[in-house]
């Protein structure tokens, strides 16, 4: 495989090792008995799913900050929006299984005196409706922000500000009791999905298969965007956005693409992410859980996708870590890790892997031409 095609040497292994997780981490959970080495634990799976979530996620920002220039403060507004569309859904599979026994209208509604079931909730009882919600409500929303924004030429701090403002606005809505959402408490109790318990270890293994598929795809339709001739405009426009602009192409159309796209992968990685953490509230919209995707980002290492997805594996690997071990200190080892990794690993670990990767190729020095057959 060629580096110009959609698939490099670095990009193939991390498709084969996603895809190796997806099959053995359900396999062991539910083949190898407990007390065997090869066993992972129910409490493990649903992590892990977790961590795949975000690489999906990191993978989203990376699109959009490493090729286009454009850095977004607000990603984890599309990431809860799919999530919520997700958690819609399987708040209406309760049915009267919830605590008051209402057959359609969720426990926190009844609680809240709800006559009837708000309108927008209407078709979230069927799940192709809401997979393709998961995909139309962020969509939509970074379609309606890019337009007005890119078209007013809104570059740098200002846009990442703005980014940043639109999911805090949606924190605070969605906070309140009467948008609909469930205010603070959010959705949770989730019992089934698609007519399988929730909590069964197959449904686990299904919804962590899911995730690895979902970020092996979205890989891939990155990557296929980003080696494409529309890539390199994107590339041209985020080192030279006002000289390009001059050549002819339009600017704001390119960015619109791929910012709409990056916020609907988003949305399916808040919409796998859900079943399997069991819950989604405003939280979710906080700004700094933004923030914390960019420096996953920048740990992996900004601009090459795979090192995207690597950082968020790592950087959540380490904080479950710390805050067992040292519950005080993550912060600061969070805000230290991206101090390190901007002073002297400005390319990431991708970047760390790779000039290390040259060194021992010139210490090992030219590899001798064959000998001519006598």
């Known amino acids: 495989m060629r580096g110009s095609g ?27 008995p407990v007390g065997s080495p090869f066993h992972v634990s129910d409490y493990l799976v649903p992590l892990l799913g977790k961590y795949l979530c975000y690489a999906l996620l990191a993978v989203a920002v990376d699109l959009v900050w490493g090729y286009c220039g454009v850095l977004s403060l607000g990603h984890g507004a599309f990431f809860a929006l799919g999530g919520y569309a997700m958690g819609m859904y399987l708040m209406r599979q309760i049915g009267p299984r919830g605590v008051y026994g209402n057959p359609v209208l969720p426990d926190f509604m009844v609680f809240l005196n709800y006559k009837e079931l708000p309108w927008f909730w ?32 809104v570059t740098g701090v200002y846009l990442s500000i703005i980014t940043q403002a639109m999911t805090f606005a949606l924190m605070l809505a969605f906070f309140r009791n009467d948008m609909g959402f469930g205010g603070n408490n ?5 019992k089934d999905i698609l007519g399988y318990s929730i909590t069964a270890g197959t ?52 960015k619109l693409v791929a910012w709409t796209l990056s916020a609907m992968l988003a949305g399916v990685a808040g919409a796998l992410y859900v079943p399997q953490v069991g819950i989604i509230n405003p939280g979710e919209f906080a700004p700094a859980n933004s923030i914390e995707t960019v420096i996953w980002v920048a740990v992996g290492g900004r601009g090459t996708l795979v090192g995207a997805a690597l950082g968020a594996l790592v950087v959540n690997a380490g904080k479950t870590w710390f805050t067992g071990a040292l519950p005080e200190a993550w912060l600061f080892a969070l805000g230290a890790l991206f101090v390190v990794v ?17 060194r021992l190729r010139k210490s090992a020095g030219p590899v001798p031409a064959p000998k001519p057959a006598e």
């Open 6 to 32: 959609i698939l490099d040497r670095r990009g193939a292994i991390f498709i084969i090792l996603v895809l190796a997780a997806g099959v053995l981490v359900p396999a062991g959970n539910l083949l190898a």
């Open 122 to 153: 209407l078709g979230f009882n069927h799940f192709p409706f809401a997979a393709l919600m998961v995909l139309v409500v962020p969509g939509l929303l970074a379609f309606a922000f890019g337009w007005f924004a890119f078209r007013s030429r």
């Open 186 to 190: 959010g959705l949770t109790d989730f």
């Open 203 to 254: 449904t686990r293994g299904a919804l962590f298969f899911a995730s690895a598929v979902a970020l092996v795809l979205g890989y891939l339709i990155c990557r296929a965007l980003v080696v494409s001739k529309y890539g390199k405009v994107l590339v041209a426009v985020r080192d030279a956005e006002s000289r390009t602009r001059f050549l002819g192409y339009k600017v704001a159309n390119y």
């Open 342 to 358: 901007t002073l002297f690993l400005p390319r990431g670990i991708i970047g760390l892997w790779g000039d290390l990767s040259s």
